[in-house]
């Protein structure tokens, strides 16, 4: 049973357009949603995070919107750049004491971005 | 270095036998994670450490799997009688609780471990 849903396998999108990537989830208890990149042969990095308190979060051409009522949120890419195609992953966790972020990945969507 | 370092990169292994992965944590960082990606999947939660202990060992499959961190830093990943459903990439990421990256609440990933059992 998929907690994190990315339900597009792929996307391909032109150089300079808007990317939008989307990420459902189940679990009303998580409260804290990040989206990590990866390269083939590379562990995960880090991209962006929102806290369930918020519905938006910015930072330079990357963005995610949380919709909690819908249980969605999106990573947009606006421009996108060919360097941005690789595997996106959404991951949700539940507050825990201490430093505890167990992360509930979704299955990742391919992001190709064609010059 | 300064990023989490796991070795070994690549593991061939036969069906039963016994298996280390290694990883070296970010240095400072108190909260050092395993998890298992396969193919076509999204990583999976294995276990947890916060200091020497395992603070959460929920996802370990079965007993045949066993995480240490003796003195709170490098950690190692055991499993034994492997089987070939193991086979995956296994990632270590650590975190800080005070420092880089606590605001964003993002885990540094290593570049992984794949084990390929025969």
């Known amino acids: 049973d998929q907690q994190v849903k990315q339900n597009s396998p792929s996307l391909s999108v032109q150089e300079g357009r808007i990317s939008i990537l989307n990420c459902d989830y189940t679990?009303?208890?998580?409260?804290?949603f990040l989206w990590y990149k990866k390269y083939p042969a590379e562990g995960p990095t880090f991209l962006i995070s929102i806290s369930s308190i918020k519905d938006k979060n910015e930072d330079g051409r990357f963005t995610v919107f949380l919709n909690k009522s819908a249980k969605h949120l999106s990573l947009h890419i606006v421009p996108s750049q060919p360097g941005d195609s690789a595997v996106y992953f959404c991951?949700?966790?539940?507050?825990?004491?201490?430093?505890?972020?167990?992360?509930?990945w979704g299955l990742g969507t391919s992001l190709a971005v064609n010059p | 270095g300064a990023g989490v370092s796991q070795t070994p990169s690549n593991k061939v292994t036969e069906k039963g036998k016994y298996v280390e992965l290694r990883c070296d944590p970010i240095?400072?960082?108190?909260?050092l994670y395993w998890y298992r990606q396969s193919l076509g999947q999204g990583p999976e939660f294995l276990i947890y450490f916060q200091g020497t202990g395992a603070a959460d060992d929920s996802g370990l499959p079965n007993d045949r799997f066993f995480a240490v961190r003796p003195e709170g830093s490098v950690s190692t990943l055991k499993i034994q009688r492997t089987e070939r459903g193991d086979s995956a990439v296994y990632l270590c990421?650590?975190?800080?609780?005070?420092?880089?990256?606590?605001?964003?609440?993002?885990?540094?990933f290593g570049e992984g471990s794949r084990l390929t059992v025969l």
């Open positions: 679990n009303s208890m998580f409260d804290y």
């Open positions: 990421a650590s975190s800080s609780f005070g420092g880089q990256g606590a605001e964003t609440g993002e885990l540094f």
């Open positions: 991951a949700a966790s539940v507050g825990n004491a201490g430093n505890n972020r167990k992360l509930i």
């Open positions: 240095s400072g960082h108190t909260a």
